[in-house]
């Protein structure tokens, strides 16, 4: 069965860096393009950076763009989220995202709290 399982979230001073991880399961990694999102609360579920199948292309929201990387390893089967130069309004639980269009379903994973303090 599918697996999407994060790490790294935690309490980090403005300005500072978090590392989130998520290591999947149960389908062909390499075969879709993922997707980290992010809730805050009160706020819809907003994307924010996606990396295709190779890793060779990346998109970002502009709200993160030159402050966050996604990257990925087929071999390990994990997307990586590296968020630097952390805001307040970068609090909000990250989800770990693909689509599987066979099945006409979003899979996520558990979520990871990301609390920036000000």
């Known amino acids: 069965q599918v697996q999407l399982v994060e790490s790294g979230g935690g309490l980090v001073q403005p300005g500072g860096s978090l590392r989130l991880s998520c290591v999947a399961s149960?389908?062909?990694?390499?075969?879709?393009?993922m997707r980290w999102y992010r809730q805050a609360p009160g706020k819809e579920r907003e994307l924010v950076a996606s990396i295709t199948t190779t890793g060779g292309s990346t998109n970002y929201a502009d709200s993160v763009k030159g402050r966050f990387t996604i990257s990925r390893d087929n071999a390990e089967n994990t997307v990586t989220l590296q968020m630097n130069s952390l805001k307040p309004e970068d609090t909000a639980v990250y989800y770990c995202n693909f689509y599987r269009r066979a099945a006409a379903t979003n899979y996520w994973g558990q979520g990871t709290q990301v609390t920036v303090s000000s």
């Open positions: 149960g389908f062909t990694f390499s075969s879709y393009v």
